[in-house]
């Protein structure tokens, strides 16, 4: 397993070790001893799974403390871009967003850690988006932002994405509070 700094502190791609052979392939998705090693959560407490058509956009949501999540994201099955926004207010990258290209192909995994807001986008029919969550979701302590924020200026690939009446109607950057 390989783990890469972003242009983003605390946030890591990391790329599996991957054994291919004419019967399929298999993957190690976590090792609680690696993420330990690289002062990585070693505990989670839930695992989501989604199945998105081509061209929906999730998010950009977050949980608000004592809620806060840290999220091992990647993509079993299609491709997504996947964003995450710095929300720590003393971070000097507050504001400012990472991406990456997760396939079923490419097998890379994104660590978000807690005070990000997180999104991503299908690319491909069917896509199935896996995360597992450092906390449980609690529905009152969501926090959400606009997709097309233009403080964010989000290059999301898709000029039409489809969103829930949740996500269309999310309220501005300026206004979020973690």
């Not at 207010?89 to 807001?117: C, D, H």
């Not at 997180?118 to 029919?125: I, K, N, S, T």
Request: net charge negative; glycine share 6%; aromatic share 10%.
């Amino acid at each position: 397993m390989k783990l890469d700094k972003t242009k983003i502190a605390d946030l890591l791609i990391i790329t599996p070790d991957v054994f291919q052979d004419d019967r399929g392939m298999f993957l190690e998705t976590f090792n609680r001893d690696v993420f330990a090693q690289h002062g990585l959560p070693t505990h989670f407490a839930q695992d989501n799974c989604s199945v998105s058509k081509k061209h929906v956009l999730r998010g950009l949501h977050f949980q608000k403390p004592p809620y806060a999540q840290g999220k091992l994201v990647s993509v079993a099955h299609g491709v997504a871009l996947d964003v995450a926004v710095d929300l720590r207010k003393n971070s000097p990258t507050y504001g400012k967003w990472q991406s990456v290209l997760l396939s079923g192909e490419n097998r890379l995994m994104f660590w978000i850690p807690e005070g990000f807001a997180h999104g991503f986008v299908a690319l491909e029919e069917n896509t199935v988006f896996q995360y597992k969550c450092t906390n449980v979701y609690h529905k009152e302590s969501e926090g959400i932002i606009r997709w097309d924020d233009p403080d964010l200026n989000i290059d999301w690939g898709v000029a039409h994405p489809i969103l829930s009446e949740k996500d269309a109607a999310a309220p501005l950057f300026k206004s979020c509070e973690l």
